[in-house]
């Protein structure tokens, strides 16, 4: 069973960066597809970026050429930076793992509040 915590959330400006980091524990953090979503009141939770046992990486269209995911094997990490934000609606963003695709099997985090506000 792998273990994620998540840190980094807050408020930013609008137009401002923020990196938000996932500690993994229990395991590798390249043994997994690891992923970032993210959860708004009144929606469904949606996938932000996903990165594949450490290499590719996927990104949902409205957040391409602005946020990037990566992983560290030296600290077992997994990062999601997040630059210039302006209309991201304030959310939960969570850490997620998970074996492949197809399983059932996920492992959360419990999510870190972002808030983009002026």
């Known amino acids: 069973q792998v273990h994620l915590v998540e840190s980094g959330g807050g408020y930013v400006q609008p137009g401002g960066s923020l990196r938000l980091s996932c500690a993994v524990s229990?395991?590798?953090?390249?043994?997994?597809?690891m992923a970032w979503y993210r959860e708004a009141p009144g929606k469904p939770r949606e996938l932000v970026a996903d990165i594949i046992n450490g290499g590719r990486s996927n990104y949902r269209d409205s957040v391409k050429g602005r946020f990037s995911i990566s992983t560290d094997n030296a600290t077992n990490t997994v990062f999601l930076d997040m630059n210039r934000l302006e209309h991201e609606a304030p959310a939960v963003y969570l850490c997620?793992?998970?074996?492949?695709?197809?399983?059932?099997?996920?492992?959360w985090g419990r999510g870190n509040q972002v808030t983009v506000t002026s």
């Open positions: 997620n793992a998970k074996r492949s695709y197809i399983t059932d099997n996920h492992n």
């Open positions: 229990g395991s590798a953090v390249n043994d997994y597809i």
